[in-house]
């Protein structure tokens, strides 16, 4: 493969946002990326920016759902908690109520880390 530009000086990189084929003189280093020099270069840098962001976005969200997790299960155990005091304080009602409560946030956790056992793409 030769250069876009030159037809006698073999290619050494690929633009990232055209595609063409470059020499070394006319190929620019830019952002994690190859580029035109000239031409593509602020397209390039823009494009590895915007992926960049995208990336640490998705990894951020990971991590709220995870605190997020964390979080509901520690609010049923206090439900749980809260059963046991309701349970001897107002009699049974009460106690099934908070309980059932308790006991469906932590089966919602268990059965969404199940999810995510089977599906680790769909996180
Ligand atoms: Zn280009
Ligand atoms: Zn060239």
């Not at 006698?8 to 070394?24: F, N």
């Not at 155990?77 to 304080?89: E, N, S």
Request: charged residues 15%; hydrophobic residues 50%; aromatic residues 12%.
């Amino acid at each position: 493969m030769h250069c876009f530009n030159h037809q006698d000086t073999p290619a050494v990189g690929i633009c990232q946002s055209c595609g063409k084929a470059l020499c070394m003189e006319c190929l620019a280093q830019v952002y994690n990326g190859l580029a035109c020099k000239d031409s593509c270069e602020d397209r390039v840098i823009l494009m590895n920016r915007i992926m960049d962001a995208n990336a640490q976005m998705v990894t951020a969200t990971k991590a709220q759902m995870k605190a997020f997790e964390i979080l509901e299960f520690f609010i049923g155990m206090v439900f749980f908690a809260l059963a046991y005091y309701a349970f001897k304080i107002m009699g049974w009602p009460a106690g099934l109520v908070l309980g059932v409560t308790g006991f469906l946030a932590i089966f919602h956790v268990i059965f969404r880390q199940q999810k995510k056992a089977r599906f680790p793409d769909l996180e």
